[in-house]
């Protein structure tokens, strides 16, 4: 009879976890690139609404910049974490926690990509009532998802923003005029004229 063919390695639960894993890191990484243009539009963003005097919207813009940026530290953070628990060899007692933690990875994973469009980030600046509401969501949704040091980091950049971002819709300063002079003004002296001497010479 003949040999039977070998079969390849079994593949484990254990390489399943490495390899979700790595798909998570690669989508992390391409997803980073393309939040990268994104992250720069909202800077512009906040500084042309500083430009145009309009600040709230100017800090939605940085808030939402910080937000982005919190999703994929995270998430690059927790994915580290994980792949030191994959490689170890408690693997069976902890898997369950990873998957759980695999799980959790995909579903900001699904945030980080709808955070990639730039067509939301134009609407921060657009000032119809449908996109008022949309930054006014937006706004909601931030204050449950930023941390107070996050928000503390937003207000500092606002504030450096601000001072080398000139506010082109202020009213221009009036230019102050000279002082008036305090003193009497002493204008060129006339010479008093003497006394005509008389045509008539003295017979005596």
Do not use: C, W
């Not at 393309?34 to 720069?40: F, G, P, T």
């Amino acid at each position: 009879m003949g040999a039977h063919p070998s079969k390849g390695p079994k593949i484990t639960d254990q390489d399943r976890a490495v390899l979700e894993l790595k798909r998570q890191r690669d989508r992390v990484r391409q997803y980073q690139v393309k939040l990268q243009h994104v992250l720069d539009r909202e800077h512009e963003l906040a500084r042309q609404a500083l430009r145009e005097g309009n600040k709230d919207r100017a800090r939605l813009a940085l808030r939402r910049r910080a937000y982005q940026q919190g999703l994929i530290d995270k998430t690059d953070q927790q994915l580290a974490t994980l792949q030191e628990l994959v490689s170890t060899i408690e693997f069976a007692q902890l898997e369950q926690s990873i998957v759980y933690g695999l799980e959790q990875g995909n579903e900001v994973l699904k945030q980080i990509h709808k955070e990639t469009s730039l067509e939301r980030v134009e609407r921060l600046m657009d000032t119809t009532a449908e996109a008022q509401q949309y930054q006014r969501d937006v706004d909601d949704m931030l204050s449950s998802h930023l941390s107070v040091e996050e928000q503390e980091e937003v207000e500092e950049e606002l504030a450096a923003l601000s001072q080398v971002v000139p506010d082109t819709q202020a009213t221009p300063a009036v230019q102050s005029l000279p002082n008036a002079p305090t003193s009497e003004l002493v204008g060129p002296q006339l010479k008093t004229p003497m006394p005509e001497r008389s045509m008539v010479a003295d017979l005596s």
